[in-house]
């Protein structure tokens, strides 16, 4: 796959087949489209072509909104490289570019840029300064500039019943098997290893604290998971806590993992988490002996959850 960091430095070897949207989750219903585009590119003997936006646009349009995504951008380009997309353009997206007029985005970027022979773009797509243009009017510069505008279906679409807001709410909820059911793979978290507290080596529960880089990545909610990891190309279980610690008065979220029959030492080591199961919410225990007697029997549910799966 092809990445270009913005839409000017892209050159068109071949005709494109383009899709465009920020494709947060790359999940099942966006996977419908993106086959699509991948489908009709080879039909039509072009290249298919994501444009896609970092920041996301609703941050840059309504500066004071906070807007957590599902997939960081490293995640996305991964996911979309795999399904085979042979051109992935990232624009940053900033208040110049919104102020395009929705002739000048499909002359100077579709046309003249992407050398589109096709598009295909979900119903509700809009476009151009405040998102004035709609599909139709998009069909009506397809037919003036000569490209196919295909058009996906809100029964398509609902059929799938699969949207980024969905799942969002869902990680907030702490629902991750029907997150995992969205997005059609495991939900992961990825960061640094960093040293913590260590309090669970004493107690027999030694973890891995991990430290996300990325502020804009949705953190689900607080409580304990089953989750794993590929750790020099061996698949490692273990049992996962995102709070804030409160039986030692923590204040800060952390997010932290006990590996099962694992001793290796991760620190300072990039891994990624795969989330697997909720067991609990995040509690306050009396002691710290008790909070080490709930750990065994977090155990022994995380392995339960693990054998069946």
Not at 89 to 96: L, Q, R, T
Request: hydrophobic residues 40%; charged residues 25%; proline residues 2%.
């Amino acid at each position: 796959m092809k990445i270009v960091n913005s839409i000017q430095l892209y050159k068109a070897e071949k005709p494109t087949v383009v899709t465009i949207g920020t494709f947060d989750g790359v999940h099942l219903g966006h996977k419908k489209i993106l086959e699509q585009i991948i489908s009709s590119a080879h039909t039509l003997n072009c290249e298919s072509l994501v444009l896609t936006f970092f920041p996301h646009p609703r941050t840059v349009i309504q500066a004071d909104t906070e807007m957590k995504q599902i997939n960081t951008l490293a995640e996305k380009l991964t996911l979309l490289e795999e399904l085979g997309i042979d051109n992935l353009v990232i624009h940053p997206f900033d208040a110049s570019f919104s102020r395009l007029t929705a002739e000048e985005f499909v002359k100077q970027v579709l046309v003249n840029t992407f050398k589109i022979k096709k598009i295909i773009i979900g119903h509700d797509h809009r476009f151009g300064r405040n998102r004035t243009a709609n599909i139709d009017d998009l069909i009506d510069f397809g037919n003036e500039f000569g490209f196919e505008v295909e058009q996906i279906s809100a029964k398509e679409i609902n059929e799938v019943s699969v949207s980024s807001t969905k799942i969002r709410n869902a990680l907030t909820e702490g629902n991750i098997e029907l997150v995992n059911c969205f997005l059609g793979y495991n939900y992961s978290l990825t960061g640094i290893v960093i040293k913590g507290k260590q309090l669970g080596r004493t107690i027999g529960y030694p973890t891995a604290n991990i430290k996300i880089e990325e502020d804009y990545k949705l953190i689900p909610q607080n409580g304990v998971y089953v989750a794993k990891s590929n750790i020099d190309g061996v698949t490692v279980f273990g049992m996962m806590n995102i709070g804030t610690r409160p039986t030692v008065d923590g204040t800060t979220q952390s997010i932290e993992i006990h590996f099962f029959d694992f001793h290796k030492d991760l620190y300072h080591q990039k891994i990624t988490l795969s989330l697997v199961h909720r067991m609990r919410s995040e509690q306050k225990f009396e002691s710290v002996d008790a909070l080490k007697k709930q750990l065994d029997k977090d155990k022994i549910t995380a392995l339960a959850v693990i054998e069946k799966l």
